[in-house]
């Protein structure tokens, strides 16, 4: 790992994004790449696209795509296995939608055949038998999720998804969150995403990372500490979020209708 | 309702007259109680009413078809200005962005006696059009992401394209005339889907966006861009076309080595790909083939491209107006590749210090996911004065601030312009931008939303 401890170089790889890049999903390395480096990290952030080897990395982003590239993708991943070496080594493994899917055992192509995952998440993927899962989606995060450096709980997860698979968490992982509104997992648990060591996978575009700072911070929380140590005790800098939370409260009022509405105004008059 | 207002497209039957007459009252009723522009209202209750009315209206007539993610109705107006006065009296088409059946429909009733029609079509329509209108040309421009929580994904699209254009016929040797395919050779998604047709004439038309055809359709190879728009699959054969016709900078070449320069009142370099392929499309509209010869050298007709280049606004878009003493322009994109060709517009226009105003919404029309602003690359405004606005301001202002762009975020598109002017020095003019414009780029319902309120 070139980046285990804060100060020296981490790199976010976004992996494949020529395959897996439909869903605006290449935002999520930015926003890493960008909060590590306000803070005074010196960060380096990689377009990795695919036909040539995956480079090392500390944090790895796997975007959304369509059916046929979700396939090549995962084949092409298995092939170099840059990939399963660095997670095996504590890198972090981010993965969105169709890159949450082939995080798993299996998900399938467009002819709904089972492909084989890479096996990083203990989840499996069938396509729904309904129409696609479309809109915005809210979710709480598990008890059991994952926790912030410095203690406390992620707070409320928003996104848009846009998907058709229904995914079930086994034994070997953990739910990300609990859906309040929309459908996320689909596997009638109400679970949205999942989570295992320093592997996670979610449902949500958005992206997903500008829309939960606070979730992104906790990527770059595992990437910056050493794999084999305890989980990071200490929160990372703090930075001026505000545009990210006048967007979090108003897609989270324009969702649940929860009187958040007064934060954007005030946001808006501010800048106005 | 009368029926001889339709007279000229010959009798129509009693089902389908009653339907034209319930789509003028509709349409009518429509625009006195200020409820739209009366053209979707109309068209559907007239489908309602006779469900085949589409494919009655445009018997005997030639159509023309136009579509794919970007410049649809840019093209489809250059093609009507191509045709007209030279195609007899008038041309039915729908040059209010009705492109789905209902608004082909109001289309065509509203120019009863138009011979031909060019109809914009929306992307998941096109097989439905191709087979209830049996068009003598048909358009593709390029393919790539774009609202993708309505319209399919680019691969499912360009999958349905290709069934629907294996089921045309060609010009048979009986002397029947089938489809032209007119085919931008320099998207593969285009060519995968075109390559089923029949007859296709290929125009090297440039396609700014690469991100949604790496993974080749035929193997499961990957293509590779080369140098001027050439491409090919790693594995496979599958390869751009040779070109019947293409851009090199403003010039339309054919492929016998003639040559023609394209003057248009239109700026930008994606309007010169509209024009090249409106231009191949006038010729085949215009051109009485004899069957079996093809006509893969020849050059526009003469006129087409002086007729084209009439063209100086579509629907707004492209068009000034003024804002406190400044020049504004108004710049519509929709998607990741619209933007893209609107940034290399704003770079060709002057030196990068005209004040740009965004707005965005994410109304049913343009898409309810603002995820995409994350495939834009807002980084190339760095430097100029930006204000963000539209329903979706705040997700411009996050996307702004990860592309580290400075901005101001207003409420409104005219405050946002009235900011903008009170924010700059008067930019440098440029060779398609008086001294002090304003750059406004909207997209669908945003740029709506300026045009109601100026």
């Known amino acids: 790992m070139s980046g285990s401890a804060r100060g020296t170089a981490l790199t976010v790889a976004v992996v494949y994004p020529d395959l897996l890049g439909t869903y605006g999903d290449g935002g999520n390395g930015l926003v890493l790449a960008r909060r590590a480096s306000w803070r005074g990290i010196d960060t380096r952030l990689v377009q990795a696209d695919s036909g040539r080897p995956l480079p090392t990395a500390d944090l790895y982003c796997i975007g959304g795509g369509e059916d046929g590239p979700q396939v090549r993708a995962a084949t092409a991943l298995r092939e170099d296995g840059t990939l399963l070496r660095a997670a095996d080594h504590g890198a972090v493994v981010f993965g969105v939608c169709a890159g949450f899917q082939l995080l798993g055992r299996s998900f399938p192509d467009s002819s709904d055949r089972p492909q084989e995952g890479l096996g990083l998440l203990d989840i499996t993927t069938r396509k729904g038998t309904g129409p696609r899962s479309v809109g915005e989606l809210v979710a709480t995060v598990a008890p059991d999720g994952p926790r912030p450096g410095g203690g406390g709980s992620l707070p409320r997860l928003t996104g848009f998804e846009n998907h058709g698979g229904v995914t079930s968490v086994g034994t070997g992982a953990r739910p990300l969150a609990h859906v309040v509104s929309g459908v996320g997992n689909g596997s009638g648990d109400g679970s949205e995403g999942a989570w295992s060591g320093r592997v996670l996978g979610t449902y949500l575009h958005g992206p997903v990372l500008a829309r939960n700072t606070a979730l992104a911070d906790l990527l770059l929380g595992w990437a910056l500490s050493d794999p084999g140590g305890p989980a990071p005790l200490e929160p990372l800098e703090p930075l001026d979020d505000a545009e990210e939370m006048a967007l979090r409260a108003e897609r989270l009022s324009a969702v649940d209708g929860s009187g958040r509405g007064h934060l954007v105004r005030r946001f808006l008059h501010r800048r106005g | ?454």
């Not at chain 2, 048979?172 to 931008?184: F, H």
């Not at chain 2, 966006?209 to 594995?235: L, M, N, Q, Y």
């Not at chain 2, 003024?322 to 994109?333: E, Y």
Request: glycine letters at 10%; proline letters at 5%.
């Open chain 2, 1 to 454: 309702m009368t029926v001889d207002a339709v007279a000229s497209t010959g009798t129509l039957p009693a089902r389908a007259s009653a339907a034209v007459g319930v789509v003028k009252v509709a349409n009518r009723l429509s625009r006195v109680l200020g409820r739209g522009s009366g053209t979707v209202v109309g068209g559907r209750a007239g489908l309602v009413v006779d469900p085949a009315l589409l494919a009655t209206l445009a018997r005997d007539r030639d159509v023309a078809l136009v579509t794919g993610t970007n410049g649809k109705t840019t093209t489809t107006s250059m093609l009507v200005a191509a045709l007209s006065g030279a195609s007899g009296p008038a041309i039915a088409t729908n040059d209010t962005g009705a492109n789905m059946p209902a608004g082909h429909v109001a289309a065509m009733v509203d120019s009863p006696r138009a011979t031909a029609a060019v109809l914009e079509v929306d992307e998941s329509y096109l097989g439905q059009l191709i087979e209830e209108t049996h068009p003598r040309v048909v358009v593709l421009l390029n393919l790539s992401r774009d609202q993708l929580d309505r319209i399919a994904e680019v691969r499912m699209l360009v999958d349905r394209w290709r069934s629907a254009l294996a089921g045309l016929s060609g010009s048979s040797d009986s002397g029947a005339r089938g489809t032209v395919v007119v085919a931008n050779a320099d998207d593969p998604m285009v060519v995968w889907a075109a390559l089923a047709a029949p007859d296709v004439r290929w125009v090297g038309a440039g396609q700014v966006w690469h991100d949604d055809a790496v993974g080749c359709p035929a193997c499961s190879g990957r293509i590779e861009f080369g140098a001027e728009g050439a491409w090919a699959c790693d594995r496979c054969d599958f390869a751009r076309p040779a070109r019947d016709a293409w851009l090199e900078g403003a010039d339309l070449v054919i492929a016998d080595g003639a040559r023609q320069v394209l003057t248009l009142g239109l700026p930008g370099q994606f309007n010169r790909a509209n024009a090249a392929m409106a231009a191949l499309a006038a010729t085949e509209m215009l051109t009485s083939r004899t069957p079996g010869a093809a006509l893969r050298t020849a050059l526009p007709l003469p006129g087409v491209l002086a007729r084209l280049a009439s063209v100086d606004q579509v629907a707004g878009r492209f068009s000034s107006t003024v804002r406190r003493g400044r020049p504004v322009r108004l710049l519509l994109a929709k998607n990741p590749a619209g933007w893209t060709a609107i940034f290399d517009l704003l770079d060709e226009a002057g030196p990068g210090d005209a004040p740009v105003v965004l707005s965005v919404n994410a109304r049913v029309a343009d898409g309810l996911d603002t995820s995409w602003l994350w495939d834009v690359p807002f980084e190339r405004l760095a430097g100029r004065s930006v204000v963000a606005t539209g329903d979706r301001r705040i997700d411009l202002a996050v996307r702004l601030r990860y592309a580290e762009v400075s901005h101001a975020v207003v409420d409104g598109p005219l405050a946002a312009l009235d900011r903008a002017v009170g924010l700059s020095d008067l930019g440098t003019a440029g060779p398609d931008r008086g001294p002090g414009t304003i750059e406004f780029l909207g997209n669908y319902t945003a740029f709506a939303d300026l045009r109601r309120q100026l």
